[in-house]
C-alpha cells in the first residue's frame, strides 16, 4: 500500500505549515520569551495568561474568532483585500496566522523557562567583561538557552502537525493548499479507508514520538553537563 | 589618585548610605558583618546596582554624576563574584578570551599568558568549567578579570565559597597580584584573616553605612573600632628583610620600632614583608627582661588603654611610632600602674610573618 497524490500533497501542506509556523514563532517568540524572563513589569501575568489560552481552549473557539477575523468582513481579512489579496479564510496564509496563534504556547514558555533559568549572574558577568547588552543576549543567553531552543522548536512543529479543530475551522479542505495530514486521516476514516488512515496515523504518530524522544534525550544530557 | 564614589540607595528594610574617599591603589578591604551592604557598594562601583543619586569617581574617570552613567560594560573594570561564575558553554580558554577580545588592542596591558602565568592555570585551557574544582574555577575567574586589563579590580568575597584548604591554595595568588600588578583592588571580606593578609586599607561598613576607614596597621589598633576590641584583636607590621643567620636559620626583619626575629624565610634582603602580632601574644614589662626566652622585645610608650570585658585590658603600645596591640590583664595593668605615655618594653611570645 501506498500514499495517493493526495496524501502526498496533504504531508507536504503539513510539513511547510508545521516549518514556517515553528520558524515565525522562534523569530517572534525569542525576544517576547526574553522579555518575558527579565521583565519586572507588575501587569506581566496577564500577557502570560493570555498566551497560555490554546493550551486551554478548544481549537474550535480559537478556530471560530479566527475565522471572523481572517474573513472578508474582519479586521485582517479585509485588510488583506483593501492591498489587494484575498481573503484569509480558507488560505494557506490564514493557517499560518492560525498555526501561530495556537502553537505559541508551545513555543514561547519553554523559552521563557530557559531564559528564566539562566538567572542574572552571567549576564553581569559578560557585561563586567565588557559585553553589551545585545552582545551578552546573542553570546551567553541564546547557548546556554539552547536546550530551550530545541524544545520549543521540536514542540511548536509537533504540536503544529498535530493541528486539527482550527484547521477545519479556517483552513476548510482544500487538497493541495489547505488540506493537512490530521484532516486527511479523517477523511480516509469517514471513507472507511482504514488502510490509508493507519498508514498515515502510523506515520505522525512515529514522528512525533521520535521528535520527543531527541527532546528529552538532549535536555537530559544537558542537565548532565550542567551539573 | 583615588576613588571617590558617594552612593545612597533604599530598599525595603536595608538603605545604603556611603560618602567613600580611597586611595587607588592597593587592596582596599571592604569589610564588615553580612548584610552590611558590602556586596551592594561593590555592585554600585562595577554599575550592576542602580543608584539614581550617585557619584563615582576613579582617578581621572567618571563613571557616574547623578543620572548619567557609564554603563558597566564600558568601565575598564575586572569582578570576581562570590561564586566563580564562568561561563558554562565555555572551555578554560575561551572564558579568559571572552573579555579579552572585547578590550582595544591598545588597552590591553595584561596579556593572557601573564594572567594564566600569574594564577597557574595553564593545564586547565581546555577544560569545562564543570571538570574543575571550586579552587580551579576561581583561579580561572580570577585570571579572566585580570585578561581584561582592568584600571580597578572588584572582588566579592572571592574566597568565601570555599573550603579552607581551597583558600590557602588561592591566597597565594591573591598575594602575589597585590605584589607583581599594579591594579587598585577593592576586597569585600568578612574574614579577619584575608583582611590581615591582603589589605592595605580598610573600610569598615555597618548597617549600609561606612563606620571608619584608614590605613590597615592603623584601622587594626585604634581602640575606638570593633577589630582592636575583639579576642583576636591584632596589630599589622610593615617590616623589611634585613639580614639571615644561617646558623641559628633565622631572619631578621627591620621596623621603625627596632628589629624582628623570626624562623628563616627564603626572602631576598630588602623584601618588604607582613608581620601579625596577635594581642593576646603581647607581654609588658617595665624594665628589659634579660632572663627569658622571648627574643622580639621593643622599647615602647603606652598610648591609650580600654577595657576589653570585665577581667582584662587592651593597651595600644606605640613602638617607634608603629602601634602594637597587648592584651593583659585589669590587675596587671593596675600593678604596672600603666598611663598613656608611659615608657614601657613590649614582648611579643609569637609573631607571624604574612608575605
Known amino acids: 500500500m501506498s500514499l495517493g497524490e493526495a496524501d502526498i500533497a496533504a504531508l507536504f501542506v503539513t510539513l511547510k505549515l508545521a516549518g514556517l509556523t515553528t520558524l515565525i514563532l522562534l523569530l517572534l517568540g525569542t525576544p517576547l520569551a526574553w522579555w518575558l524572563a527579565r521583565s519586572k513589569w507588575r501587569y506581566k501575568f496577564l500577557l502570560e495568561a493570555l498566551i497560555a489560552l490554546p493550551l486551554v481552549l478548544p481549537p474550535t473557539v480559537l478556530g471560530f474568532y479566527l475565522l471572523i477575523t481572517l474573513g472578508p468582513n474582519g479586521p485582517l481579512g479585509s485588510l488583506s483585500q483593501a492591498l489587494g489579496g484575498p481573503s484569509l479564510a480558507f488560505t494557506f496564509t490564514g493557517l499560518v496566522i492560525g498555526s501561530v496563534f495556537y502553537s505559541m504556547p508551545f513555543v514561547i514558555q519553554p523559552l521563557q523557562n530557559a531564559f528564566a533559568a539562566i538567572g542574572n549572574r552571567p549576564l553581569e558577568v559578560a557585561a563586567t567583561l565588557g559585553a553589551s547588552p545585545l552582545d551578552r543576549f546573542f553570546t551567553i543567553a541564546v547557548p546556554l538557552a539552547r536546550s530551550g531552543f530545541l524544545t520549543a522548536a521540536v514542540l511548536g512543529f509537533a504540536h503544529t502537525i498535530g493541528e486539527f479543530g482550527v484547521v477545519l475551522m479556517i483552513g476548510g479542505n482544500i487538497p493541495g493548499e489547505t488540506q493537512v495530514l490530521s484532516i486527511a486521516i479523517y477523511d480516509h476514516v469517514e471513507a472507511l479507508e482504514y488502510g490509508q488512515a493507519h498508514l498515515l496515523s502510523g506515520g505522525l504518530l512515529l514522528l512525533s514520538f521520535l521528535m520527543l524522544i531527541l527532546v528529552y534525550a538532549v535536555n537530559r544530557r544537558f542537565f548532565l553537563v550542567q551539573r | ?355
Request: charged residues 25%; hydrophobic residues 45%; positive net charge.
Open chain 2, 1 to 355: 589618585m583615588s576613588i571617590q564614589a558617594r552612593f545612597q540607595l533604599h530598599r525595603g528594610d536595608f538603605s545604603l548610605d556611603v560618602d567613600l574617599h580611597i586611595p587607588s591603589r592597593g587592596i582596599t578591604a571592604l569589610f564588615g558583618p553580612s548584610g552590611c551592604g558590602k556586596t551592594t557598594l561593590l555592585r554600585a562601583i562595577a554599575g550592576l546596582e542602580r543608584c539614581p543619586d550617585g557619584f563615582l569617581q576613579v582617578d581621572d574617570m567618571q563613571w557616574q554624576q547623578g543620572k548619567t552613567l557609564v554603563p558597566p560594560h564600558q568601565r575598564p573594570l575586572g569582578y570576581v563574584f562570590q561564586e566563580a561564575s564562568l561561563f558554562p558553554h565555555l572551555n578554560v580558554r575561551r572564558n579568559l578570551e571572552y573579555g579579552l577580545k572585547r578590550v582595544a588592542v591598545t588597552k590591553r596591558k595584561i596579556s593572557l599568558d601573564r594572567a594564566i602565568e600569574l594564577l597557574g592555570i595553564a593545564p586547565l585551557l581546555a577544560r569545562k568549567p564543570h571538570k574543575l574544582s571550586g579552587g580551579e574555577r576561581q583561579r580561572v575567574a580570577i585570571a579572566r578579570a585580570l585578561a581584561v586589563s582592568p584600571r580597578l579590580l572588584l572582588m566579592d568575597e572571592p574566597l568565601a565559597a570555599l573550603d579552607v584548604t581551597r583558600k590557602q591554595e588561592i591566597l597565594p595568588y591573591l598575594e602575589s597580584l597585590h605584589r607583581e600588578l599594579d591594579i587598585p583592588v577593592i576586597y569585600v571580606s568578612h574574614s579577619p584573616d584575608e583582611v590581615a593578609r591582603l589589605a592595605d586599607h580598610l573600610v569598615l561598613m555597618e548597617a549600609g553605612r561606612v563606620s571608619a576607614s584608614g590605613p590597615i596597621s592603623e584601622m587594626l589598633t585604634r581602640l575606638d573600632l570593633p577589630l582592636a576590641q575583639g579576642s583576636d584583636a591584632e596589630a599589622l607590621i610593615e617590616a623589611t628583610v634585613a639580614e639571615h643567620d644561617e646558623a641559628y636559620q633565622l631572619t631578621y626583619l627591620d621596623f621603625p620600632g627596632g628589629r624582628f626575629t623570626v624562623a628563616h624565610k627564603d626572602l631576598p634582603m630588602g623584601t618588604k614583608v607582613r608581620l601579625r602580632i596577635i594581642a593576646r601574644d603581647v607581654s609588658i614589662t617595665l624594665e628589659r627582661q634579660s632572663n627569658t626566652s622571648i627574643l622580639n622585645i621593643f622599647p615602647a610608650t603606652v598610648d591609650e588603654i580600654v577595657p576589653a570585658g570585665s577581667a582584662q585590658v587592651t593597651v595600644r603600645l606605640l613602638a617607634g611610632g608603629v602601634p602594637i596591640l597587648s592584651r593583659i590583664t585589669r590587675k596587671s595593668a593596675a600593678l604596672l600602674d600603666l598611663v598613656p605615655g608611659k615608657p614601657v618594653y613590649a614582648q611579643a611570645k609569637s609573631v607571624a610573618l604574612l608575605a
